[in-house]
């Protein structure tokens, strides 16, 4: 399984953009990466995902190097309610199952 | 459309006593899963299931059982119940083995003293 390493803490004013690095140097060809976040104890919820090319949805862009061996999440206009842990997951595809593995992820807090 | 449903939300038991989570979800999901989530951790994968009758173990199974007779219902059952096993329990479901979307339960909080 490929592992991921991130920051475990990063600040960001509000209304600026909010850079979450991830490193998952060992990730394989068929891996994608997914991005989730955890607000105050409640269950993850999905933001977005890529396998090589950049990504963008209502939320978020991911930015995955050429090379994919590192990718950064990219909240364009930070809120208060982005304050969350933010989870890079490289996906697990085993068998017949597909199932997500969690690290600690990055403590995001955005002030005023 | 309920999403992912689990209960009780909260509950304290005491050593050795067993007790059963339920999760259900309306989503016609064929994939459930079960993880616990220790206080400043992440998520561990306990068990999961790929459909009705079918179900297999993640990380950290011990001490724990799973049952899935239904699309719809996915119990977690804990016997002789820990201290270890005190934690945020959720319950999730996605369609598909490529589905791009896991749905998650909103927790359960379980206490063992």
């Known amino acids: 399984d490929a592992k991921t390493t991130q920051p475990p803490s990063m600040d960001c004013a509000e209304g600026r953009a909010a850079n979450l690095p991830c490193n998952h140097s060992t990730i394989s060809g068929n891996e994608y990466v997914y991005w989730y976040r955890q607000i105050h104890s409640q269950g993850p919820q999905y933001i977005i995902h890529g396998l090589k090319n950049n990504e963008t949805n209502e939320m978020a862009s991911l930015i995955i190097t050429e090379d994919r061996k590192s990718s950064t999440l990219i909240l364009p206009h930070a809120t208060l309610r982005d304050t969350a842990v933010y989870y890079c997951i490289v996906r697990v595809v085993t068998g017949t199952a597909s199932k997500l593995t969690f690290g600690t992820g990055t403590r995001l807090q955005v002030t005023l | 459309n309920a999403g992912v449903t689990q209960t009780p939300k909260f509950r304290i038991l005491k050593i050795g006593q067993s007790m059963t989570l339920q999760c259900a979800q309306d989503?016609?999901?064929?994939?459930m899963y079960w993880y616990r989530q220790d206080p400043g951790m992440g998520l561990k994968l306990i068990y999961y299931?790929?459909?009705?009758?079918?179900?297999d173990k993640g990380e950290v199974p011990n001490g724990y059982n799973v049952s899935r007779s239904t699309t719809e219902d996915f119990p977690l059952r804990l016997e002789l119940a820990a201290p270890s096993q005190t934690s945020v329990y959720f319950c999730a479901s996605s369609y598909g083995v490529w589905a791009n979307t896991i749905y998650f339960g909103e927790g359960s909080w379980l206490t063992v003293v």
């Open positions: 299931s790929v459909g009705a009758g079918i179900t």
């Open positions: 989503m016609n999901h064929n994939y």
